[in-house]
């Protein structure tokens, strides 16, 4: 009768467990990524050359779901000025149960800032 109970609580426990990793585990890919990008601005490459390196780090993330900004345009950037890439990335909830709770989307993002070089 107690495991009819507490059954049902313990694997909603277990399962958000789970997705709470997912969500981290892409959180600290994004992370990486975007961080990776900067180094790559912070060079003077090209906004294109920056996108490209930030989809590169990240192979497991979907690139549909993830956007990518860089401020400034590597047109206006010089030495000494600060270049900011920014990434911005939708996670699928995807255990039924915590969807309905959280929405079947979660918004994760990150930012990086270095001098340009």
Known sequence: MELA??????VLLLLGMLQVGVVLQDYLQLQQAVEQGARVA???QGDASV???VAQSSPS???SALSVTVLP???NCQSG???TVQGTYSVSV???????LLGSQVQISSQSVMCME
């Not at 995807?94 to 309905?100: K, Q, T, Y």
């Open 5 to 10: 109970l507490i059954l049902p609580v313990l």
């Open 42 to 44: 912070s060079l003077g």
């Open 51 to 53: 996108l490209q390196t």
């Open 61 to 63: 993330l979907n690139p």
């Open 73 to 75: 345009a590597a047109a």
């Open 81 to 83: 000025t600060d270049v």
């Open 94 to 100: 995807s255990i039924p149960l915590l969807s309905s």
